[in-house]
């Protein structure tokens, strides 16, 4: 019978950290989703950057082949004239052990080069890892809310 108490505690105990360890890691995402879009609305280059796994890869509308992450593009961007103003809506973040899975909507505007204002909602799906202690973004898909 003690066996069987003993046993009970230590799956209770480890139900309650794992739940802890979890709901710690969800804060952690979304906190690096909303730093990874606040660095793009302000054009901060370096700051979007740290977050991004060295093997990033995206698919955006507009974008016919997979895309891989480079620092000097999105700066080449940026430096074009290219701005954004974007809010994260409905964000939601699952964790499967070292992986988690962030989806949400992105509503706002982007300026192009140009000065043209284009309006904005898109969907979006983002895998992130953790390694070492940090949560990388290693793949995001957007695509345009329709219909």
Request: charged share 20%; hydrophobic share 45%; glycine share 8%.
């Amino acid at each position: 019978m003690k066996l069987l108490v003993a046993l009970l505690i230590i799956l209770v105990w480890g139900l309650v950290l794992t739940t802890a360890a979890n709901a710690d890691d969800v804060d952690d995402v979304k906190a690096a989703v909303l730093a990874v879009d606040a660095a793009f609305n302000t054009g901060d280059v370096d700051a979007f950057a740290q977050y991004m796994h060295p093997e990033h890869s995206s698919f955006f509308p507009g974008e016919l082949l997979l895309e891989g992450f480079s620092k000097d593009r999105l700066k080449a961007l940026f430096d074009s004239g290219l701005k954004f103003d974007l809010e994260t809506r409905h964000l939601n973040v699952k964790i499967y052990g070292n992986t988690a899975v962030a989806t949400g909507y992105n509503v706002g505007t982007i300026t192009l080069p140009d000065g043209t204002i284009n309006q904005l909602t898109n969907r979006f799906t983002e895998v992130w890892i953790k390694q070492q202690g940090k949560w990388k973004r290693v793949h995001i898909h957007a695509s345009p809310l329709t219909g």
